[in-house]
């Protein structure tokens, strides 16, 4: 897989936001071609307009500033931090939330975790409006445990404010050792009051492939879920598809919910096998300095034998909607869920002569039929919700939610016994004597002493047996609409 910087042969490109939790680069790393015989930038301040290279005249301002500070400021100021705070300032003057740049320090150990686990809490974040903002928690990590969702804010870790850093240190704050607690203040659209998430950072196995036979009408149907796409996901999809198809599947479903996307080079070698009649994937187009695109077209001459149909929610982003967007645009396949994230923009990751690493967006991504779905999203053909209590949150764990209370912990409370088919009597966050009597029916069936109020024994057997309840396929409103739509499909071939 290579990347030209000049030429722009593109097979692998970073089709993902900035990660949190130490979540795969997803980048190709490589040297900024600057002219100087090994690849690198190189320029010193009092050479800077000397000699016959020519450098904009706008560079002599920014020389003026540096004199003066070295100069007259009140305090010493390495060379390094101007330089540094010169580079941070002008990728921050993009208002670009998926450009950025990291110094040699915060690349190194952003590097480091680049492996096929890491620890943290699991979930990608970007940086929209000057706040962290999650794009989508990893599937069954710490994050979607605790009822992290697309789009919640996080303000404070531990108590402490995130505002006024930039994301790698905010990224910092967030992860951390297995076992350890990230109490993660959030702000979520929709909801008045801040929310308080303890997520419990855990290993995170990097598995982008899961697969499952499910049959639904008498027919068999295979579910191939995809967390992400890394540089082994489209091996390891065709080799799950395999086995699936051995079995005597009669359609499929592909479920990229929650994933935030990753290389292209993945997606491009599944749109291979998938998409009809050497169909086109997808189209790229560069920036105002180039008028070079790209296509990418499918190599497979036939649509398999079987009906297909995706899945797509809000945590549905980049690569996953490039997958999304051919298999409905060049292979007549329906989408199913909720409307996609609206990422529509590719970056490329350059590491630098001092190991700092610059990301820049450098093109963007269109559908086949050349649809540019950035910060619009992509709205399914069959628009199909969760049921409420999918959107619980955690429970608080500084307090004992009992009798006459009231407010959203309450509120929530009665969310998850309604999910877990208690009736609270009613779901206004009033603690009133059904909403007790609710409580107390559930701690008597697990065992718990029957006391009405939801202590930290009673509030986590019922977030583990709501989990439960969201993990089970009956539950799952958008994935039985699919199998609903691909076995009918599959009677009426």
């Known amino acids: 897989m290579t990347m030209k910087w000049n030429g722009r042969s593109v097979l692998a490109l970073v089709l993902v936001s900035m990660v949190a939790s130490s979540f795969l680069t997803m980048g190709l790393m490589k040297n900024w071609s600057g002219g100087s015989s090994n690849g690198t930038i190189t320029a010193s301040a009092s050479s800077l307009f000397r000699g016959s290279q020519e450098y904009p005249q706008e560079f002599k301002k920014l020389l003026e500033a540096y004199s003066a500070i070295k100069q007259e400021y009140i305090e010493n100021v390495s060379t390094g931090q101007l330089v540094e705070g010169a580079i941070s300032g002008m990728v921050g003057s993009l208002k670009d939330p998926y450009s950025d740049y990291m110094d040699p320090a915060t690349a190194e150990e952003f590097n480091s975790t680049l492996h096929s686990t890491f620890q943290g809490i699991g979930t990608e974040v970007t940086m929209q409006n000057g706040r962290v903002t999650v794009v989508s928690p990893f599937k069954n990590s710490p994050a979607e445990k605790a009822g992290l969702k697309p789009n919640d804010q996080i303000i404070s870790v531990n108590g402490e404010s995130l505002e006024?850093?930039?994301?790698?240190?905010?990224?910092?704050?967030?992860?951390?050792p297995k076992g350890t607690k990230a109490v993660l203040k959030i702000m979520r659209p929709g909801v008045p009051e801040p929310l308080t998430i303890v997520c419990i950072r855990d290993d995170i196995p990097i598995e982008t492939?899961?697969?499952?036979?499910?049959?639904?009408?008498?027919?068999?149907?295979?579910?191939?879920?995809l967390t992400q796409f890394s540089s082994d996901t489209a091996d390891h999809f065709k080799e799950q598809l395999a086995d699936l198809e051995k079995k005597g599947i009669g359609g499929l479903v592909i479920d990229v919910r929650g994933n935030p996307g990753g290389y292209l080079l993945a997606v491009k070698e599944i749109g291979e096998v998938l998409i009809p009649n050497r169909g086109k994937i997808v189209q790229i187009e560069y920036g105002s300095n180039s008028k070079e695109k790209e296509e990418y077209f499918s190599k497979a001459d036939e649509a398999k034998p079987y009906p297909i149909a995706v899945l797509i929610n809000a945590g549905s982003a980049s690569a996953s909607e490039i997958l999304a967007s051919a298999m409905r645009e060049s292979g007549g396949y329906k989408l199913i869920g909720e409307k996609s994230f609206g990422k529509g923009t590719v970056q490329s990751t350059m590491e630098m002569?001092?190991?700092?690493?610059?990301?820049?967006?450098?093109?963007?991504?269109?559908?086949?039929?050349?649809?540019?779905?950035?910060?619009?999203?992509?709205?399914?053909?069959?628009?199909?919700?969760?049921?409420?209590?999918?959107?619980?949150?955690?429970?608080?764990?500084?307090?004992?939610?009992?009798?006459?209370?009231a407010g959203?912990?309450?509120?929530?409370?009665?969310?998850?016994?309604?999910?877990?088919?208690?009736?609270?009597?009613?779901?206004?966050?009033?603690?009133?004597?059904?909403?007790?009597?609710?409580?107390?029916?559930?701690?008597?069936?697990?065992?718990?002493?029957?006391?009405?109020?939801?202590?930290a024994a009673t509030r986590t057997a019922l977030e583990d047996s709501l989990r439960e309840e969201i993990r089970k396929p009956d539950n799952d409103l958008q994935l039985q609409k699919a199998l609903d739509v691909v076995s009918r499909d599959a009677k009426a071939k």
Request: hydrophobic share 35%.
């Open 164 to 176: 006024g850093l930039d994301l790698h240190q905010a990224v910092t704050k967030i992860r951390g």
């Open 209 to 225: 492939v899961t697969s499952q036979i499910i049959e639904k009408n008498g027919v068999k149907i295979g579910v191939i879920s």
């Open 353 to 405: 002569a001092d190991k700092s690493q610059l990301k820049l967006t450098i093109a963007k991504w269109l559908t086949p039929k050349g649809n540019w779905i950035h910060e619009k999203g992509i709205e399914p053909d069959v628009k199909v919700s969760q049921p409420d209590y999918f959107n619980a949150t955690q429970l608080p764990t500084d307090k004992v939610l009992a009798r006459d209370m």
């Open 408 to 455: 959203s912990d309450v509120k929530n409370l009665q969310l998850i016994l309604s999910g877990l088919k208690l009736s609270p009597g009613r779901n206004d966050g009033y603690f009133d004597e059904k909403t007790e009597q609710a409580v107390k029916q559930f701690q008597a069936a697990h065992k718990l002493p029957v006391t009405g109020k939801v202590d």
